[in-house]
Structures are given as structure tokens and as C-alpha cells.
């Protein structure tokens, strides 16, 4: 039986698309792992940049964008926390025999060519910025998303954040096709759980973790097989979240009777895989 060739994309090769290509590796039939693409983020895209101010501004006016851009400047300053996994993607390339290519942007020249030079048939993204068509295309199949949020609902972020603002019962995972907007493509798997009282963003996080594996490794494993059905999303004229102002923190933080961070899922701990012994 021919084998599906994926490779995986991210921007942070020692969080959970490490664990996302453990799964993968080593519990789903039918596929391989030809390569990992690891986007450095050393390369800017300006245009992006001028779509992002514009974006803030129509969002919540020059307050917000000066928020926006002292929240920017703190994470430059201050080193983000990020989930750690035991191996990083460079330690699985040599566990399971494929190549982790670092490239500036992924939206770049750089990239595109060493996507292209993968052959693979599926991208699986976990953790990047808005990918491009003309990157997503390149595999034969186009490229899937793992988004920690309900889709058509949560699009966009933070996780964790708007489901506990909104006051709504259950957290989703979703994986979905990528296409030219932002959680927007076919929903080809979905998972939830349940919103307890005692929760944070941060703990929401954690939950999503225990399912979001198992999640992507069902889906990828279905498209190898040629069964994987999309499931049927009326998006209506749902928006994309963004993160939240000062007040709709604050707003969140009087409800919760505690400090809350917009980027408190950033904390959130890597969990072990559920299915098999490392």
C-alpha cells in the first residue's frame, strides 16, 4: 500500500508539534514523515504588518492598536513561555529518519522550495502564522491545522480566553483544511470538553492537549486512507477572535474572583502522548 507523505510545519520545534509528530510517527498507520518545517520567523513581511495595524485599528481604534503594539514590544523584551515537549522535532528527525529544515519565513522562497523538494502529499501545521496559497498548495493534498477552539465559533484567539468571556459550556479542538482564511478551510475533525468552574485559560489548555493528538492522528489517518468526510460548517458571518482589550481582561478577571493573562494558555503544560510508552 503506498504510504501518505507528510510533513510537518510549525514555529516552535520543541512544543506541541513535537509532540503532534511523535503521535503521528509512531501510532498512525499508512503514513510517513518526510520532513519538518520550522519557521525561525527571522524574515518580516511587511505587507502583513500594515494588514495587521489596519485590522487593530478597525477592531477597537487607536487605544487598541497601542495596546496591540506594547504587547509586541513586552514579548521582544521578555522571552515568551512556551510549552516544552521531552523531545524536540530535531531529536525525532533522527529518531524516525527524516530532515528539520529551518527556514526565515514560512511564507518564503526559502520554504517553498524546500517544500517542494519533500514531495509530500500532506502538510500538517501546528503552531505558525497565517500560511500563504502559495506555500499551502505545494503538498498534493494541500495542507490541515490543528486550532484549539471551536470552528466556526472560536476562529482565531487566544484559546482558552473567549470560551471563558463568552460563558459557553464546552472548549473545542478542531483540525481543519487550510485555505485562504483564518480557520476558515473544510472541518474534517472535532473534539470538546466540558468547562469547570474551577477553570482558567490556562487549564482549558491542558484539556485541549489530552485530546488534540489523538484528534489530528484520526484525521491524518483517515486522508490516508481515503475516508475522511468533511463535516458540514454554516460560517455564517462569524468573525475571527483577536486577543482581547485591557477591559475585556479585566472583565474576565472580576468574574473569575483571580488574575488572568489573555496568553495564559502560553503556560499551559505539555501533557504525556495517551497512547504508547515513549
Known sequence: MTQLRVVVIT??????????????????????????????????????QLRRLRAWQSH????????????????????????????????????????????????????????????????VSVGNRVIQESTFAIPRLGMVNLHHGRIPDFRGGPPGFWEMYDQVPVMGVSVHRIDAELDHGELLGAAEFAILDRDDPRTLMERAYTV????????????????????????GARGVRTIPSRAQVRALEARLGRPVRHDDFRRARLPPLPDAPP
Not at 527571522?42 to 505587507?47: E, Y
Not at 529544515?101 to 524546500?114: E, F, K, L, Y
Not at 493528538?213 to 460548517?233: C, D, H, T, Y
Open 11 to 48: 514555529s516552535n520545534a520543541s512544543g506541541n508539534a513535537a509532540r503532534v509528530c511523535h503521535h503521528l510517527a509512531r501510532s498512525v498507520d499508512g503514513i510517513t514523515l518526510v520532513g519538518a518545517l520550522v519557521d525561525a520567523g527571522t524574515t518580516s513581511d511587511r505587507r502583513r
Open 60 to 123: 477597537g481604534g487607536s487605544r487598541y492598536v497601542l495596546w496591540r503594539c506594547w504587547l509586541e514590544a513586552r514579548d521582544k523584551v521578555r522571552p515568551q513561555i512556551r510549552a516544552q515537549y521531552v523531545h524536540t522535532l530535531g531529536h525525532l528527525g533522527e529518531m524516525y529518519g527524516f530532515p528539520v529544515i529551518q527556514v526565515p519565513n514560512i511564507n518564503g522562497t526559502q520554504a517553498r522550495d524546500s517544500l517542494a523538494g519533500l514531495n509530500a502529499d500532506l502538510g
Open 212 to 235: 488534540d493528538v489523538r484528534l489530528m492522528g484520526e484525521v491524518v489517518g483517515a486522508i490516508s486512507k481515503g475516508s475522511n468526510k468533511p463535516i458540514a460548517v454554516d460560517f
